[in-house]
Each structure stands twice: as structure tokens, then as C-alpha cells.
């Protein structure tokens, strides 16, 4: 009788140790120490550079699309004001409003397909049609119709990303899941009574991980782009706020002229695309290898 409880105080105590081994293999991954870096430095980028400006990013400082000059580096804009201004402040939304929407995708839509795998039959029916439904329905243009009547408001703009992307990661976990479900300490759990809660939080939801790694990183690329192309379009961060997306839109007729107030917030918005993608790609190649030892 005294067996079990010492078993579960020695697996208490490795614990610890096993999470510490974990985290260490997914920082010796060079992707994802690139993407780690990559995103600290873009996210602190975002949320810190409005206080290394050298201009108001919503005053004229020259002649419009200046080229660049010493004080004024990247130049000016459409309205002559300071391009390194403006991209210094304009990361500040996408910064939070893409990873918000993309790890509520991911949760949300890990659930829905966790939830269809489990209980299968009218459950699974249910849900993979009400997914299909909202996936045939276009993305943007439900965008679009939200924001036309209620505003660009930042709230409504993550909702309805999210909106966007949860069928599309709960047609994946599904996918992932059903094997797992007919695995020996599955049915195993299910035979002793365990509350089928835990059996989907401590039994399924490790084993669909790694494309759950993949689902973040390509979710995140997919937040940013919806944003930035409703900002790009006059339905996102609206003007004069500065935004990555927003420059994109307000300055391309002077690409030709003075393509930094252009190709700057691009390269800002592909760095931050890139870096999640890094670190979801190289966590999900050592969570496999990891787990191709294992078996």
C-alpha cells in the first residue's frame, strides 16, 4: 500500500527536472533560438521604439517623400513626416493584437477538434459542420461586413480573426487526434472511469503538440497578415495612428520615389511573421524527434 505513494512522490520530484531537460532541448534548436531572438527583439521593437523617436510621428518635420538625409535617416512619407518615427511606433498594435488572436485561435480551435476526435458521432458532426460553415465563409469579407457596421475597433478586429482561424486548427487537431484515440492508455483511461476532462488534457492534448507548435506559428503568420491587409485596405488601424500596415497603404503610390516609407514597415512585419514561425517549426521538429526516441 505504501508503493504508490512513494512512486508519485519520486515522479513528483523529477518533475521539475524533466521540464528543465525539455525546455533546454527546444533552446538548443538554432530555429528556435533565431525566432526567440528575432521576436523579443521585433516585440521590443514594437512596444519600446516610440520611445527612441526622434520626431512626432504624426508631424511633418520635411518636404513630402524627402529622401534620406543626416537627423531625418529613413526619410519622410506621403505628409512629410519621419519614417523611423512612424515605424517605431508602428508596431505597437500588431505586437499585441496578432499573438492574442493566434493563441486564442489555437486554444479555441484545439478544443473544438480535441472535443469532435473524443466524443465522435452527432458531437463530431456537429462541430466539423458548424467549422466547415464559418471556413466556407470568407475571412475577409466577414471582416469587413463587422467592421463596416460596428468600426475599427481593436477588439473587434482580434474577435473576428479568430473567428477566421479556429476552423481551420480544429480541422487539424482532429486530424492529429483520432489516431491517439484508439491507443492503448487511452481506452485504458476511459476503462477506469477517468473523467474524460482529464483524459483530453493529460492524454490527448501532449499528443497532438507538435502540429499544435506548427498550428501557433502558421496561425500567427496568417493574424498578421489579416491585419496588416485590413490596415493596408482602410479597415484596420486607422490614420493618423501610425501602423506597419497602414504606411504600406499610405505611401505606396511614392514607392518609386522614396521606397523606405514603404519597404520599412514590410521588413518589420516579415521579421515578425518569420520569427514566430521559427520558433513553432523548430519546437515541433524536436518534439518529434523527442517523441520518435520515445517509441
Do not use: C
Not at 236 to 264: C, F, K
Amino acid at each position: 500500500m505504501s508503493a504508490p505513494p512513494r512512486t508519485e512522490a519520486v515522479a513528483a520530484s523529477r518533475e521539475p527536472s524533466a521540464r528543465g531537460a525539455g525546455l533546454r532541448r527546444l533552446w538548443a534548436a538554432p530555429r528556435v533560438r533565431w525566432g526567440v531572438l528575432l521576436l523579443a527583439a521585433t516585440t521590443a521593437f514594437a512596444f519600446l521604439g516610440g520611445l527612441l523617436a526622434p520626431f512626432d510621428p504624426s508631424q511633418p518635420v520635411g518636404a513630402p517623400y524627402a529622401p534620406p538625409s543626416p537627423g531625418i535617416w529613413l526619410g519622410t512619407d506621403q505628409l512629410g513626416r519621419d519614417v523611423l518615427s512612424r515605424v517605431l511606433h508602428g508596431g505597437a498594435y500588431l505586437a499585441w493584437m496578432a499573438p492574442t488572436s493566434a493563441v486564442l485561435a489555437v486554444a479555441i480551435g484545439a478544443a473544438v477538434g480535441l472535443a469532435a476526435a473524443y466524443w465522435r458521432g452527432w458531437v463530431d458532426t456537429l462541430l466539423m459542420r458548424a467549422m466547415d460553415v464559418v471556413l466556407a465563409f470568407p475571412g475577409i469579407l466577414l471582416t469587413l461586413l463587422f467592421v463596416a457596421v460596428f468600426g475599427p475597433l481593436p477588439w473587434l478586429l482580434v474577435t473576428l480573426v479568430v473567428v477566421a482561424l479556429v476552423p481551420g486548427v480544429a480541422r487539424v487537431i482532429r486530424g492529429a487526434a483520432l489516431p491517439v484515440i484508439g491507443r492503448e492508455y487511452v481506452q485504458w483511461a476511459k476503462a477506469v472511469g477517468m473523467p474524460s476532462a482529464t483524459i483530453l488534457r493529460t492524454e490527448l492534448l501532449p499528443n497532438v503538440s507538435s502540429p499544435l507548435f506548427v498550428e501557433l506559428g502558421v496561425r500567427l503568420m496568417w493574424a498578421v497578415g489579416i491585419l496588416a491587409s485590413m490596415s493596408f485596405i482602410g479597415y484596420g488601424i486607422q490614420p493618423p495612428a501610425a501602423d506597419w500596415g497602414l504606411m504600406v497603404s499610405e505611401n505606396r503610390t511614392g514607392l518609386g520615389i522614396q521606397p523606405l516609407a514603404v519597404l520599412a514597415p514590410v521588413v518589420m512585419i516579415v521579421v515578425y511573421t518569420v520569427s514566430g514561425n521559427l520558433i513553432a517549426e523548430g519546437a515541433a521538429r524536436v518534439i518529434a524527434r523527442t517523441e520518435g526516441r520515445a517509441e
